[in-house]
Nanobody
Framework: QVQLVESGGGLVQAGGSLRLSCAASGRSFSSRAMGWFRQAPGKEREFVAAIAWSGANTYYADSVKGRFAISRDNAKNTMYLQMNSLKPEDTAVYYC??????????????????WGQGTQVTVSS
């Protein structure tokens, strides 16, 4: 497993932008598919985006496609989520997650074995 720490959350008006970061410890980051999930109050955790360990492939939930962009810098052991055109329904705690080494990226939460503590994103209308 790796230790993951998210940052970059905050309060933003609808239509605004935020960039989340997920810093990973350990030497296996570049071998792990990574994902972003979110959980709004009273709702189940849902998939947002995922990226292959090489960064060559990315995947998005339909609700964020065209507005969010996932990326990674393996030299910095860091993953990012650029969120544009934010909507009030994007309000949630955002979590980053790491899959076991050389596993495929996935939209399923149970495919990931390491999780960060989460960062709050609040979008006001």
């Amino acid at each position: 497993q790796v230790q993951l720490v998210e940052s970059g959350g905050g309060l933003v008006q609808a239509g605004g932008s935020l960039r989340l970061s997920c810093a990973a410890s350990g030497r296996s980051f570049s071998s792990r598919a990574m994902g972003w999930f979110r959980q709004a109050p009273g709702k189940e955790r849902e998939f947002v985006a995922a990226i292959a360990w090489s960064g060559a492939n990315t995947y998005y939930a339909d609700s964020v496609k065209g507005r969010f962009a996932i990326s990674r810098d393996n030299a910095k052991n860091t993953m990012y989520l650029q969120m544009n055109s934010l909507k009030p329904e994007d309000t949630a705690v955002y979590y980053c997650a790491a899959a076991p080494t050389y596993y495929y990226s996935s939209s399923r939460a149970n495919a990931y074995d390491s999780w960060g503590q989460g960062t709050q994103v609040t979008v006001s209308s």
